[in-house]
């Protein structure tokens, strides 16, 4: 398949994952429910996820994923936002979406919708990303809520979510220029005035990367070889794999390769003041005179 029509295919089927995953969420529903849900439906579909669905609840801004065996419930008045990442041959769409269960918080997601949309009508080749930044942060405010200043949108390569270049949702002396080509998932992040802005470093989100070989157990050895044949240079979910490895020899195996630093392991990230937060986020190809978004 041609890199275009997988990043389309990718996006087409993010698009609809996405837009069926409000029916997964509720109050009492299992986190692992709406993770395992999302995943399947997205395979079904034909596509791969290019990273583990996160389950984000309310301060938890990004970067958690259900373990195995995870009986976290959604709670009442929860704001939960559903991030999805699909693959076709390693071309990726990476699109999220906030759902609101207390009817208190509905603005502070159409304020991360709409510096969304703003951003999408300003790229366009030749724009810089601190422009963007600039844009998103004058629309988020207008509603009365405060961008997150240290989470940004990301450059999208073949194999990789996170490709270098950032898409502030801030003003910013970020000023690398968009070309013509290029991939990136705009993600604004919204929070009350009252928050601080920004996120912290919290618990482990049980999403690893592959990181080095180092000397290891037959088990751990062969769960390595299998981690880096099927997922390569993209995260993945330790429930995944110990799924395929059962039994305390995969569960011990697994911690083996994150002890040897073979693994890294991405944090969830909170909100400092724990304040609740919003995502929106679509995948764009920027063209001459605007851009594609694939996951509309």
Not at 40 to 62: H, Q, R, S, T, Y
Not at 87 to 113: K, S
Request: hydrophobic share 40%; charged share 25%.
């Amino acid at each position: 398949m041609e890199p275009r029509e997988a990043l389309l295919e990718a996006g087409r089927i993010a698009s609809r994952v996405r837009k069926n995953a409000a029916s997964l969420v509720d109050v009492g529903v299992p986190v692992i429910d709406i993770c395992d849900g999302v995943e399947k439906a997205l395979m079904e579909m034909g596509g791969k996820p290019a990273f583990p669905c996160n389950v984000d609840i309310d301060e938890v801004a990004a970067h958690y994923t259900s373990p195995r065996g995870d009986r976290t419930l959604v709670p009442e008045g929860a704001l939960v936002k559903v991030d999805i990442g699909v693959h076709i041959e390693g071309y990726i769409a990476d699109t999220a979406t906030t759902i609101c269960l207390n009817p208190g918080l509905r603005v502070m997601v159409e304020a991360a919708e709409e510096g969304l949309e703003a951003a999408i009508r300003t790229v366009r080749a030749g724009v810089r990303s601190s422009d963007i930044g600039s844009v998103i942060e004058r629309a988020i405010k207008a509603r009365g809520y405060s961008p997150i200043r240290n989470l940004t949108g990301h450059k999208l390569a073949r194999y990789v979510v996170h490709a270098g270049k950032s898409i502030p949702n801030v003003s910013t002396s970020e000023t690398h220029v968009l070309q013509e080509g290029d991939v990136y998932a705009i993600e604004p992040f919204t929070t009350p005035k009252s928050a601080d802005g920004s996120v912290r470093d919290g618990p482990v989100g049980h999403i690893y990367i592959y990181r080095k070989k180092a000397r290891v157990g037959e088990v751990a050895k062969s769960m390595l070889k299998f981690i880096q044949s099927e997922y390569r240079s993209l995260p993945f979910a330790s429930r995944w794999v110990v799924r395929r490895f059962p039994g305390q020899e995969g569960a011990d195996a697994f911690q083996e390769l994150v002890r040897a630093r073979c693994l890294y392991s991405y944090p969830q990230l909170v909100e400092r003041k724990k304040g609740p937060v919003a995502q929106a986020e679509h995948t764009v190809i920027v063209t001459g005179d605007g851009c594609v978004v694939t996951t509309a």
